[in-house]
């Protein structure tokens, strides 16, 4: 069964600083993919970054990028420069087939000014 | 930017009442997804739709909970009878297709529930 797990239920960054998230999940597929949203508070869920399983680099978007280990199964989101509007709960999802996601609990992220 | 539309925003109903939300996808999306999230945990699926057909309702409580997308575009999920334990946030996301996976979510902001 495909498990997507967050162990940090809450972290907490200065602002300017880089903070990382962590993400593990189990599957047995070899072809899947990988997905970061953001859910900022009372405001909808919104893609932040994904990737694709079969590709060895690692995805970046701007301030954010991520590691990924497909061995050890891992995922992990990595904000740079943070700033006040990173402020949010971030959830790691995974899929693979006909868009089935699951989610992770979440880590609520504060950014201190 | 085309967003996801749902409503109501928010809905405080008694146990044993009847409630509905309604989604509008984005347009062109042809798949649907409902989702409830519980406070402090992830998203969990609850009904998948491809154009009107379900795809996978395997999380629905179908004793109480149905769902349906008539003309492939819209939808509304609907509980009867609410229990207390229906308390949640109820999402809609959409995507183009179902795909292998790699299609994106987008979200609308929600409709969150409270059954007293």
């Known amino acids: 069964a495909q498990t997507v797990t967050q162990s940090q239920p809450e972290m907490s960054v200065q602002e300017a600083e880089t903070v990382t998230l962590s993400c593990t999940y189990d599957t047995s597929e070899s072809d899947y993919y990988l997905f970061w949203y953001k859910q900022p508070p009372s405001r909808q869920m919104i893609l932040v970054i994904r990737?694709?399983?079969?590709?060895?680099q690692n995805a970046t978007e701007n301030r954010f990028s991520v590691n990924f280990q497909k061995a050890a199964k891992s995922f992990s989101l990595k904000i740079s420069d943070s700033q006040l509007g990173d402020a949010a709960m971030y959830f790691c999802?995974?899929?693979?087939?006909?868009?089935?996601?699951?989610f992770g609990s979440g880590t609520k992220l504060n950014v201190k000014p | 930017e085309a967003e996801v539309a749902q409503s109501p925003r928010y809905k405080i109903t008694e146990k044993s009442q009847a409630v509905a939300f309604w989604c509008d996808p984005i347009?062109?999306?042809?798949?649907l997804y409902w989702y409830r999230q519980i406070l402090g945990q992830g998203p969990e699926l609850l009904v998948q739709?491809?154009?009107?057909?379900?795809?996978?309702d395997s999380q629905l409580p179908k004793d109480r909970f149905s769902a349906e997308r008539l003309k492939g575009v819209d939808s509304t999920l609907k509980i009867q009878p609410a229990e207390l334990g229906d308390s949640a946030m109820y999402l809609c996301?959409?995507?183009?297709?179902?795909?292998?996976?790699?299609?994106?979510?987008?979200f609308g902001p929600g409709t969150r529930l409270l059954v007293l």
């Open positions: 739709f491809q154009d009107e057909s379900v795809v996978d």
């Open positions: 347009s062109g999306h042809a798949t």
């Open positions: 996301a959409s995507s183009l297709v179902a795909g292998g996976g790699q299609e994106t979510q987008y």
């Open positions: 990737q694709e399983a079969y590709k060895q």
């Open positions: 999802a995974y899929s693979w087939s006909f868009n089935k996601f699951y």
